[in-house]
């Protein structure tokens, strides 16, 4: 099985960027689909990003980050990545990093965090305004 640790969070002004990280161990991210959820206070977890495992290794965005994340892998460090731009306070979250072993392209499974198996510890993303 994999460990995944997410580091990169912190405070940022509205308009600004951060890149989070979310390295493997145990096992290369090459054998996962990889995405990145979030969740704020009082709010239930929702996805950002995902890098599938899929025949046609698609990518996946949420609508509301769309244009402005964007999510990569890089297997030599094991490592995936979440690049931020044009945050907004609304942004305002723990994000965690999560592996799943499905390999087909349903969108409906790849957003949902219910079918990943495995998670980060999280990292703090704060937006001010």
């Known amino acids: 099985q994999v460990q995944l640790v997410e580091s990169g969070g912190g405070l940022v002004q509205a308009g600004g960027s951060l890149r989070l990280s979310c390295a493997a161990s145990?096992?290369?991210?090459?054998?996962?689909?990889m995405g990145w959820f979030r969740q704020a206070p009082g709010k239930e977890r929702e996805f950002v990003a995902a890098?599938?495992?899929?025949?046609?290794?698609?990518?996946h965005y949420a609508d509301s980050v769309k244009g402005r994340f964007t999510i990569s892998r890089d297997n030599a460090k094991n490592t995936v990545y979440l690049q931020m731009n044009s945050l907004k306070p609304e942004d305002t979250a723990v994000y965690y990093c999560?592996?799943?072993?499905?390999?087909?392209?349903?969108?409906?499974?790849?957003?949902?965090?219910?079918?990943?198996?495995?998670w980060g510890q999280g990292t703090q993303v704060t937006v001010s305004s």
């Open positions: 890098s599938a495992l899929s025949w046609s290794d698609s990518i």
């Open positions: 999560a592996a799943d072993t499905y390999r087909g392209g349903r969108r409906d499974y790849i957003v949902n965090p219910d079918r990943y198996e495995y």
């Open positions: 145990g096992r290369t991210v090459s054998s996962y689909g």
